[in-house]
């Protein structure tokens, strides 16, 4: 008998076995060929008939069919269980968590390129602009805590604070080279505190839904979105902004300037050293480009907030009923457990009274 090593009841050979090797590996390579796919075509320009831009593509489409198929009956332990996919809670706070993560993506990583470009800010300079961010990240998690904490609820919270990152996003998107000091660093401050206040009630609202038994698959499920919205979102806007960049160049450029226009596409630092002329029209460039890049953070920003809305609220000063199971298992059945232990305890007592009495 091997020993029990992880103090479950199961040997570590056992838990080993239940480990979702098909799912990871599969969705690993979904996500790493689908990157792929967006290098070559956006970044690299290729056309759609390359074969270093389909085979991804198509390889991208097969692995994700097979992660569906082993998620759904292959895996002991799936990394997304499909009967999380027909509850509502976890999906909206899933969905909700995705989208979240491509607005921050985006914004924390073109947001400075905006700066260096645009206004060409020094690297170190373009960066300081982030600080306010992450100052309102901070606030804004304190602040969650301290909210639900005092008042045990958190859909208002939500539904107030949700909206700021969307407002904060459009805003992003009427920065111009003449824009007043405040609008260039205080535009960033509502998208930190905002998206810091909804990941924190968020949590809160998926935790407070699920019963014990699902506790770290739920928080795992939400976990998963997230981190492939950051991934997704990222390249996501990274293709947008070559797309779009490619293009404003090529319109505003001769045609014989293909490898300068590969230049500026590959290098924001050249544009601080571009001839005036030439500057002007990679400045426009890529300032249309970056527009489309905070249009699409704002548009994720908004389908997050329109799908957390049907989320209801919780009164999270209630207790959570003790063993609370998702097959039905209530406290009733505790009872009658703690019921046969006391009938056990009065067959080992009574003996012993009768034993004492003279």
Known sequence: MQPDLCGSGRSASDILKRIDYGGTLSLLATVGSFLLFLSMRFSEGLPLEDPSVWIPLVAAIAFAVAFVVIEIYVAVEPILPPYLLRQKVPVLVGLSNALVAVCNLSVT???????????????????????????????????????????????????????????????????????????????????????????????????????????????????????LGQVGGLASASAVFQSRLNTELHARLPEESGELIKKIQHSAKLVANLPPEIQRI?????????????????????????????????????????????????????????????????????????????
């Open 109 to 227: 990583y073109f947001f400075p390129t905006w700066f260096q470009t645009v206004m060409l800010s020094s690297a170190s300079t373009a960066g300081l602009h982030l600080l306010p961010n992450s100052v309102c990240i901070s606030g804004g998690s304190f602040f969650a805590g301290w909210m639900m904490r005092r008042h045990a609820k958190y859909k208002t919270m939500n539904v107030v604070f949700g909206i700021l990152p969307f407002i904060s996003a459009v805003l992003m998107t009427q920065m111009k080279g003449n824009s007043n000091a405040a609008h260039l660093w205080l535009t960033i401050m509502p998208l930190g505190f905002g998206n810091a206040v909804v990941l924190q009630t968020m949590y809160i609202a998926l935790v407070s839904h699920l019963p014990d038994s699902q506790m770290a698959v739920g928080t795992g499920f939400a976990q998963l979105l997230r981190g």
């Open 282 to 358: 990679a400045k426009d460039s890529y300032a249309a480009s970056l527009q489309s890049v905070f249009i699409l953070a704002a548009t994720a920003s908004l389908l997050a907030y329109l799908a957390r809305l049907p989320i209801p609220d919780k009164n999270l000063a209630e207790e959570r009923p003790l063993g609370a199971e998702s097959d039905g298992s209530s406290v009733s059945d505790t009872s009658s457990t703690f019921e046969e232990i006391r009938d056990d305890e009065d067959k080992i007592v009574r003996p012993r009274h009768r034993m004492a009495s003279p």
